[in-house]
Nanobody, 128 residues
């Protein structure tokens, strides 16, 4: 059974930092792109960041550029999202996802439909 399990969410004040992790089990995603999305209450799920299989290409949403950093450790089958300078508008449920369709690809998927596996999400709340 393939699982993606996010962790690291929580409550933080404006300007603070959080580090999210997403550990995959049941199969390896070392040859596949992985990404982070978020969904705020009453809003649609939106792209946050994605990284290719070897970390060679990365893409960020404009709203998080310069503040968030995505990385991965293929030996641990884990992807990370370091979030700095957090703002109240970053409050959302954060999901990690894996694109199991493309293998060893330079494409950096930035839409939800390009991902096959999803975690359950970890809540991030940024207080003002």
């Amino acid at each position: 059974q393939v699982q993606l399990v996010e962790s690291g969410g929580g409550l933080v004040q404006t300007g603070g930092s959080l580090s999210l992790s997403c550990a995959a089990s049941g199969r390896t995603f070392s040859s596949h792109a992985m990404g982070w999305f978020r969904q705020a209450a009453g809003k649609e799920r939106e792209f946050v960041a994605a990284i290719t299989w070897n970390g060679g290409r990365i893409r960020y949403a404009d709203s998080v550029k310069g503040r968030f950093t995505i990385s991965r450790d293929n030996a641990k089958n884990t992807v990370y999202l370091q979030m700095n300078s957090l703002k109240p508008e970053d409050t959302a449920l954060y999901y990690c996802a894996a694109d199991a369709t493309r293998s060893i690809s330079w494409i950096v998927p930035d839409t939800a439909g390009e991902y096959n596996y999803w975690g359950q999400g970890t809540q991030v709340i940024v207080s003002s």
